[in-house]
């Protein structure tokens, strides 16, 4: 059973910095690709980031290339959220495999 548990948000102020965390379990983490999506107060889901099973290559959406930085380890999913906005906020959430964790909020205000 794919379990998925997201910490490490919390308040920032504009241009601060945050790191995401996701915890894998049930599933051979080194076998799947994974990926982060957001959800803004009254807004859809929004992709954000992806990465390969062995960490050989990452994608970006375009809101958040050059700031965000994807990687894993261990049996650990990674986002380093660097230079955040305000539109930044929203809940963010760890996907592998089509399951998805309960989501981490983080708000970006001053």
């Known amino acids: 059973q794919v379990q998925l548990v997201e910490s490490g948000g919390g308040l920032a102020q504009p241009g601060g910095s945050l790191r995401l965390s996701c915890a894998a379990s049930?599933?051979?983490?080194?076998?799947?690709?994974m990926s982060w999506a957001r959800q803004a107060p009254g807004k859809g889901l929004e992709w954000v980031s992806g990465i390969y099973s062995d960490g050989s290559d990452t994608y970006y959406a375009d809101s958040v290339k050059g700031r965000f930085t994807i990687s894993r380890d261990g049996l650990t999913l990674y986002l380093q959220m660097n230079s955040l906005k305000p539109e930044d906020t929203a809940v963010y959430y760890c996907n592998a495999k089509g399951s998805w964790g309960q989501g981490t909020q983080v708000t970006v205000s001053s």
């Open positions: 049930g599933f051979t983490f080194s076998s799947y690709a």
